[in-house]
């Protein structure tokens, strides 16, 4: 059966669209195409159909992990064709929390925090927008910690 993953997080430019490159990568390196389907959204919609932050393109991009995603807000829609939908953060959760349209849809929210294994810190992805290139590195950081645990899961 399918696994469909999707990230979420504020604008769709920095994170989540980060969070779904490094696990697109590991799922083409381990054959896992047909089993494991990743999109990512943002829950505001200001950026909707932009390239992802050229300062997180190219931190992403020095890790050898390419990022061709545009921008889309997360929509109702989303929670018919995700099995699992992961919040980089509590405002992110919680706007999802209200987007959902039943109890069965906000059973599919989780937090990117549990996945993390490396980062006992981090209870949340922090965004990266008006940081330096320390924040976009700590973040890429954190997402390889992530994507590592929940790629386990999901093979499991
Ligand atoms: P992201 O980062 O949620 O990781 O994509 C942000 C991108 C844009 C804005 C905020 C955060 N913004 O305010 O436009």
Known sequence: MKQRILFVCLGNICRSPAAEAI??????RE???EHIVVDSAGTYGGHAG??????????????GIEMT???????EED??????????????????????????AQQKIF???EYLRHHPDWSYI?????EG????????????DGCTQLLDELKA
């Open 50 to 63: 932009e390239r992802s932050d050229v300062r997180m393109r190219r931190a992403a991009e020095a890790r």
């Open 31 to 33: 054959g896992l195409v």
């Open 23 to 28: 696990l697109q990568q590991m799922i083409t």
């Open 69 to 75: 995603h545009r921008a889309r807000q997360v929509r």
């Open 111 to 113: 937090r990117f925090r």
């Open 79 to 104: 929670f018919g064709r995700f099995d699992r939908i992961i919040a980089m953060d509590d405002n992110n959760y919680e706007a999802l929390f209200r987007l959902a349209p039943d109890r069965a």
């Open 133 to 144: 290139h320390e924040g976009f590195e700590l973040v890429l950081d954190l997402l390889e």
């Open 126 to 130: 922090p965004d990266p927008y008006y």
